[in-house]
């Protein structure tokens, strides 16, 4: 698969759009990301997972998927090997992705709560 493949394969989903953060492409639903270029350089999208999807993903495919360096990808976000992904592969895993989020973003609405910013849980120190 190619970057353009998962551009298209990203915004097929409902709701689904395309935007920027820190110069990178990034895919959001309700306003917050699911999926990212942030990598394409190095043949990679990224995924929004949770941890426990993260190593499912890994775990059955470990020459498409990996986690992300660092702290990002200890908490979920993972790579998916564009050349390695086939196009089902690729729209399960977006989807899961972007599942993920619509139902992070129905809980935020019904509870009220929303994710503080950094400067904001900075402040609160």
Sequence with gaps: MKVADFRRIALSFEGAE????MGAVDFRVGGRIFATLASQKDGYGNLMLTPEQQAEFVR????????????????????????????????????????????KNTRSKATGTKKKSASKRASKR
Excluded at 18 to 21: F, L, P, Q, R, V
Excluded at 66 to 80: F, K
């Design 18 to 21: 395309e935007g920027s953060h």
């Design 60 to 103: 059955e495919l470990p020459e498409v998927f990996l986690p992300v360096h660092g702290g990002w990808g200890r908490m979920g976000a993972t790579h998916i090997v564009l050349a390695n992904a086939n196009e089902d592969v690729l729209t399960g895993a977006l989807r899961t992705a972007w599942t993920k989020r619509v139902e």
